[in-house]
């Protein structure tokens, strides 16, 4: 009997409605039943409850344990915190999971891409504190612990089985920063002993940046603090189509929010030319950890049915595709 699902909807700001909205036709078209619970964040939220984060909006995730979330806003250097970061660690979900691969029809400057980057998503620079010292002195202060060390390093290493993924590179600066990247290493390195199957390698982030250019196929699943992690999972998209081609989740013990990698375009907004795609496969991800897998496949496979057949391609990827006209042929294909 088909399961009936009652999930946190988040459509965001800038072109966060138009790519959310196309998505859950899509989801819609494969069968899978639905409720949405609309919530605000971002800019709606100052104008509706006055802030940016709304307590009302925490709820409704914290009810439904799941959410579909759109691009947002937060207003740059102007003392705002980071909406995404606010939102992570207030539901804890400490695992940033962000697949990039190629896709037929997306110009990409490499073939045979397939890889995943884990993000630790709690802690480090992240963790927004800083003080100025002195006037024009300002300290950020990097926080790496050993339990979110430990969890995300299990975490990376489970889906690595689940996924039947061969290798975990932990990728870090623990040459220059011995104590906190040292910690971050040592918990890598206890956690992968538990894991005789999976091959486990340590690489210095500059050099990873450079390896992923020359030669991403190397790579399998990519275990990282935040910042690195927020910094290699755009340079890693930029190799196979751009951010726009990939999607994201965040994932803890008992939330779970999906969302694409890219960000809300202000500029692009209500034009139609977004591209749908990274929103149409972050529900991909989503359908799977609800337990789903067969409609997840086949949103994916009429994806790549459109793609290949190159009659609707987004316009960021060469094509003249509107929005609302690629998600239409998806769900034609879907059918």
Same mark, same amino acid.
């Given at each position: 009997? !088909?399961?009936?699902?009652?999930?946190?909807?988040?459509?965001?700001?800038?072109?966060?409605p =138009?790519?959310?909205?196309?998505?859950?036709?899509?989801?819609?078209?494969?069968?899978?039943?639905?409720?949405?619970?609309?919530?605000?964040?971002?800019q709606?939220?100052?104008h509706?409850y006055?802030?940016?984060?709304?307590?009302?909006? %925490?709820?409704?995730?914290?009810?439904?344990?799941?959410?579909?979330?759109?691009?947002?806003t937060? !207003?740059?250097?102007? /003392?705002?915190?980071?909406?995404?970061?606010?939102?992570?660690?207030? &539901?804890?979900?400490?695992?940033?999971?962000?697949?990039?691969?190629?896709?037929p029809?997306?110009?990409? %400057?490499?073939?045979?891409?397939n %890889?995943?980057?884990?993000?630790?998503?709690?802690?480090? &620079?992240?963790? /927004?504190?800083?003080?100025?010292?002195?006037?024009?002195?300002?300290?950020?202060?990097?926080?790496?612990?050993?339990?979110?060390?430990t969890?995300?390093?299990?975490?990376?290493?489970?889906l690595?089985?689940?996924?039947?993924?061969?290798?975990?590179?932990?990728?870090?600066?623990?040459?220059?920063?011995?104590?906190?990247?040292?910690?971050?290493?040592?918990?890598?390195?206890?956690?992968?002993?538990n894991y005789?199957?999976?091959?486990?390698?340590?690489m210095?982030?500059?050099?990873?940046?450079?390896? %992923?250019?020359?030669? !991403?196929?190397?790579?399998?699943? $990519?275990?990282?603090?935040?910042?690195?992690?927020?910094?290699?999972?755009?340079?890693?998209?930029? $190799?196979?189509?751009?951010?726009?081609?990939?999607?994201?989740?965040?994932?803890?013990?008992?939330?779970?929010?999906?969302?694409?990698?890219?960000?809300?375009?202000?500029?692009?907004?209500?034009?139609?030319?977004?591209?749908?795609?990274?929103?149409?496969?972050?529900?991909?991800?989503?359908?799977r950890?609800?337990? =789903? !897998?067969?409609?997840?496949?086949r949103?994916?496979?009429?994806?790549?049915?459109? $793609?290949? =057949?190159?009659?609707?391609?987004?316009?960021?990827?060469?094509?003249?595709?509107?929005?609302?006209?690629?998600?239409?042929?998806?769900?034609?294909?879907?059918?």
């Amino acid at each position: 009997m !088909p399961k009936n699902y009652t999930l946190t909807l988040v459509i965001g700001d800038g072109i966060g409605p =138009e790519v959310v909205n196309a998505t859950v036709e899509v989801i819609a078209a494969s069968g899978v039943n639905i409720q949405w619970e609309h919530a605000i964040i971002g800019q709606q939220g100052i104008h509706r409850y006055g802030v940016l984060l709304p307590i009302e909006s %925490l709820d409704a995730i914290k009810r439904n344990k799941v959410a579909l979330k759109g691009p947002i806003t937060t !207003p740059i250097a102007e /003392g705002f915190p980071s909406l995404n970061v606010a939102l992570r660690k207030s &539901l804890d979900m400490y695992a940033n999971v962000r697949p990039v691969k190629n896709f037929p029809g997306v110009p990409s %400057l490499h073939k045979n891409v397939n %890889l995943v980057i884990i993000r630790e998503n709690t802690e480090d &620079l992240y963790a /927004g504190i800083e003080h100025e010292v002195v006037p024009g002195v300002v300290e950020s202060i990097k926080i790496i612990t050993r339990v979110a060390s430990t969890r995300i390093a299990e975490y990376a290493f489970e889906l690595a089985v689940r996924e039947n993924r061969k290798k975990v590179s932990a990728i870090h600066k623990a040459n220059i920063m011995k104590l906190s990247d040292g910690l971050f290493l040592d918990c890598c390195r206890n956690v992968s002993k538990n894991y005789k199957s999976i091959q486990y390698e340590e690489m210095i982030v500059d050099n990873a940046c450079m390896q %992923l250019v020359m030669n !991403p196929q190397q790579f399998d699943v $990519l275990l990282m603090e935040n910042l690195y992690g927020d910094i290699l999972s755009d340079l890693a998209a930029g $190799l196979v189509g751009g951010i726009g081609v990939v999607p994201g989740a965040n994932i803890g013990k008992d939330y779970a929010v999906f969302e694409p990698v890219h960000g809300s375009w202000p500029q692009a907004a209500g034009k139609g030319i977004a591209n749908p795609m990274a929103c149409i496969l972050t529900s991909v991800m989503m359908l799977r950890h609800l337990g =789903e !897998p067969e409609a997840a496949t086949r949103i994916e496979t009429a994806l790549e049915t459109t $793609l290949r =057949e190159g009659k609707f391609s987004p316009q960021d990827l060469g094509g003249k595709a509107t929005t609302q006209e690629f998600a239409k042929e998806v769900i034609k294909n879907l059918r």
